[in-house]
């Protein structure tokens, strides 16, 4: 059976996800969270606006993954020296484990994803994927 390209790319995400929800679960991670995880560590800390400006989501979602990461001790908040009305978030070291580990979850699920496939060819897809993410940005 031929499937369209979003039902392919629907499927494969679903069956993605649900490989590593029990590692996420494992880790006392949330969806999403890890993202946010990835997004402190790189960017280092960042205001709530800015995470939810940088991830793509609504800022009530990021306020309830750093109200669940905060209470797990994956981030800290912290007054901004600049505008004391706002918090600055940050990465904890217990975060930085947790995220360590999501990584290598992460390459392994990709490993077991990519069996089969030579160099160019996972070059190409991550192209190919890049593409499909741009081509649906938000039209400002």
Partial sequence: ??????????????????????????????????????????????????????????????????????????????VDRNDRRADTIAITDKGRRALEAWQQVGRQIDRQMLQGFTDEEVKQLAEYLERLRVNLQPQE
């Fill in 1 to 78: 059976m031929e499937y369209a390209i979003h039902t392919l790319l629907y499927r494969t995400a679903h069956r993605q996800r649900s490989a590593m929800r029990p590692y996420l679960r494992r880790l006392g991670l949330g969806p999403g969270q890890p993202r946010l995880l990835v997004s402190l560590e790189r960017d280092g800390p960042s205001s709530q606006k800015r995470l939810a400006d940088s991830l793509e989501v609504d800022p009530s979602a990021v306020c309830r993954m750093l109200d669940t990461l905060e209470k797990g001790g994956f981030v800290s908040r912290g």
